[in-house]
């Protein structure tokens, strides 16, 4: 348990649908992230918020829309995706700014994504 | 470009020592992770290193050299349960916040 969590954990969708992710830290974290994990590829960078502001977007397709709320929560909203769209998509948090040592990522346990 | 390289699979022996390397060629620098993954779970964080050196954490031990861009890990007196992925990321500071980019990762699998 990192204290950050994903839900679903998993999720069957069609191209046509739309779904949201959503992503919840309890770590006192002002930065949070979205990536995407394919197999046998690195983990992809995709959204950066920094205290809410979105500076970060890595050439994501619009079919991907981010968003922060507030520090604590981060979705990502989904509509007619593709089957290469299919991956686990990670969340994470961090501190944006302070001591070396804080820059620490601590991700949730992400949300296995499969579009057919 | 970004660049981030380590092998994409290792075996080693219970009780044994293994290293997993990583070089890395990035646009900016501000320090090097080292993350470990077990299948379908989250990536856990294990050690940083942002000045050249050897850091040690226990079993595990983690070096820079900056000027060679390249990092190892080291794990001693494996146990089964290390058999994971270890994934290498540079952490870029692209004005004022976190931007870490990760290597593909190493598929360690230890065998009794």
């Known amino acids: 348990e990192t204290g950050v969590t994903q839900t679903p954990r998993h999720l069957v969708m069609g191209m046509t649908n739309k779904k949201s992710l959503k992503c919840e830290q309890h770590?006192?974290?002002?930065?949070m992230y979205w990536y995407k994990q394919s197999a046998k590829k690195p983990l992809e960078l995709m959204f950066v918020?920094?205290?809410?502001?979105?500076?970060e977007n890595n050439s994501v397709p619009s079919r991907f829309s981010p968003e922060c709320p507030n520090s604590s929560h981060l979705f990502l909203h989904l509509h007619t995706l593709q089957p290469e769209d299919s991956a686990l998509y990670l969340c994470?948090?961090?501190?944006?700014?302070?001591?070396?040592?804080?820059?620490?990522?601590?991700f949730g346990p992400g949300t296995r994504l499969t579009v057919t | 470009g970004q660049n981030i390289d380590q092998p994409t699979e290792m075996t080693a022996t219970e009780g044994a020592i293994v290293q997993i390397n990583c070089t890395y060629q990035?646009?900016?620098?501000?320090?090097l992770f080292w993350y470990q993954q077990h299948a379908g779970e989250a990536p856990t964080f294990l050690s940083y290193?942002?000045?050249?050196g050897l850091e040690e954490k226990g079993r595990f031990s983690s070096f820079l050299s900056r000027s060679k861009g390249y990092s190892y890990l080291l794990l001693k007196e494996l146990q089964m349960k290390d058999s994971a992925s270890y994934l290498c990321?540079?952490?870029?500071?692209?004005?004022?916040?976190?931007?870490?980019?990760f290597g593909a990762g190493t598929r360690l699998a230890v065998h009794p």
């Open positions: 290193n942002v000045l050249d």
């Open positions: 994470a948090s961090s501190q944006a700014q302070g001591a070396i040592s804080s820059y620490e990522q601590y």
């Open positions: 918020y920094n205290f809410k502001e979105q500076t």
């Open positions: 990321a540079v952490r870029e500071d692209p004005g004022g916040y976190n931007k870490l980019i």
């Open positions: 990035t646009s900016g620098f501000n320090g």
């Open positions: 770590l006192g974290h002002n930065a």
